[in-house]
């Protein structure tokens, strides 16, 4: 054991590590998308996942929910085993006049409520940002998978209070031009930036902060279908 957070050894991770929050959904993703997947940690139910993906290692392993959970995990992948690519697969909610529900959103940039770069004592503002690298191959993916026109790719927000997300707050976001609100980016990118990894947050769509409209469970399956695609071929297409 390398950490108190995780059971697996040096090794059992692959080099691009796929992020959602919750751990069932990492189970789902292994079953679903890899083959010959195999359990590589379990501890506090964070289930982690190594198989391939045509051919090619990919892991998935669970955040958890809000910038703590991800920084423990994230850091602990980068930092103890040899983890060089996370990519985040999750929900976000609009807060975008054009991005629609079942759109796909890239996070170029994470802004946050959150404290994490306090950490750093930079004496300023960090801009957390994406990695290029993985950016500019999932762009060439959304192409290759028809899914372009419902991506967007901007800054999106990384809110530690899901429930102080108040109205007036979420149109100050909206108004300097943020695309949706999730709750864990800014520290995965954070992460990267410190230890000289790459990472990338692809979202979907499932509720729209300003319209108050959401997605049923039904058509979240679908969505998230179209997320995974993407982020596997990204994965993959590091490796060339
Ligand atoms: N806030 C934070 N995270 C989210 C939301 C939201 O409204 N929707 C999906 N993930």
Known sequence: MLTAHNSAVAGDFAATVLMPGDPKRSKYIAETYLENARLVNDVRGIQGYTGSYKGTPVSVMASGMGMPSMGIYSYELFAFYDVQNIIRVGSAGSIHPAVALRDLVIGMGASTTSAFAR?????????????????????????????????????????????????????????????????EAAALYMNAAKLGKRALTICTVSDHLLRHEALSSEEREKTFDEMMRLALETAIALEC
């Open 119 to 183: 950490q750093y004592n930079l004496g300023g503002d960090f801009s957390a940002i994406c990695s290029y690298d993985l950016l500019e191959a999932c762009m060439h993916c959304t192409d290759t998978l028809g899914l372009r026109a419902k991506t967007h790719v901007g800054n999106i927000l990384s809110s530690d209070a899901f429930y102080g997300e108040t109205p007036e707050l979420i149109q100050r976001w909206s108004d300097m031009g943020l695309l949706a609100i999730e709750m």
